[in-house]
């Protein structure tokens, strides 16, 4: 897949907010600090698109993306999908009360927007299974949501312990799941996984096109 064109949409606080589902859409979440915002600057190749903070948990809203893409064997202008940037979730310091809302926004984004194709959860490569990651597995599954794991900073590390951490995660799910979700190993800085990722989302885009849902 060849990324167009990606633009800023609009910024909703509650699902009802965000715009018509009318394009298949991809939400990207995960712990504060995962380096979300990098990853999808980096799938959509541009360096400012999602903004990047200093400060865990910045991010307050749905952020919707309307994203331009080819898949390299049609000709045209390509076609249009929206990718999501979610508010990330454990960052300490946010009171319980905008941590309840938190959850109850996402709750109905995820559950209720029906034209999301996939979810992609972040999870931090450099460190072992975070029970916190393993807890929001644990709720997708009960949603029954489609979605892969995007382990993320594999740069960070050295390539033996990315191996470790991502096979930890993996045998940690294995305890309660009798089948893997997808997922793919990543870094923002070298571009690791752009083109895996990218070529997940054609494939769900084209399975849309084909059988579109009702809305």
């Known amino acids: 897949m060849e990324i167009v064109s990606a633009k800023y949409i609009i910024s909703s606080a509650t699902y009802k907010q965000c715009p018509g589902p009318d394009k298949p859409e991809y939400a990207f979440i995960g712990r504060s600090n995962v380096g979300k915002s990098s990853l999808i600057n980096m799938l959509c190749n541009q360096r400012g698109l999602a903004k990047t903070s200093a400060t865990p948990g910045k991010t307050q809203l749905i952020n919707h993306f309307e994203v331009i893409s080819k ?4 000709k045209g202008t390509g076609r249009a999908w929206y990718l999501v940037d979610l508010p990330g979730y454990g960052y300490a310091v946010t009171s319980q009360k905008s941590r309840n809302n938190w959850a109850n926004m996402i709750e109905s984004y995820i559950r209720k927007r029906p034209n999301l194709g996939c979810v992609f959860l972040l999870v931090d490569s450099r ?7 393993l807890n929001f597995v644990q709720q997708l599954g ?29 045998d940690e799910l294995q305890k ?14 070298d571009k690791t996984g752009k083109d895996d990722i990218l ?14 849902p009702a809305l």
């Not at 949603?143 to 951490?165: E, H, I």
């Not at 009798?178 to 870094?187: A, D, G, R, W």
């Not at 070529?199 to 579109?212: G, L, S």
């Open 127 to 133: 460190h072992t299974p975070q029970t916190i990651d």
């Open 142 to 170: 009960e949603w029954q949501v489609p979605f892969v794991l995007v382990f993320t900073k594999a740069d960070k590390n050295k390539p033996g312990a990315t191996n470790r951490n991502v096979k930890s995660f993996l």
């Open 199 to 212: 070529d997940y989302i054609a494939d769900i885009n084209a399975e849309y096109h084909a059988n579109p």
């Open 176 to 189: 309660t799941w009798e089948e893997l979700p997808p997922f793919f190993v990543t870094s923002a800085i």
């Open 71 to 74: 898949d390299g064997t049609k």
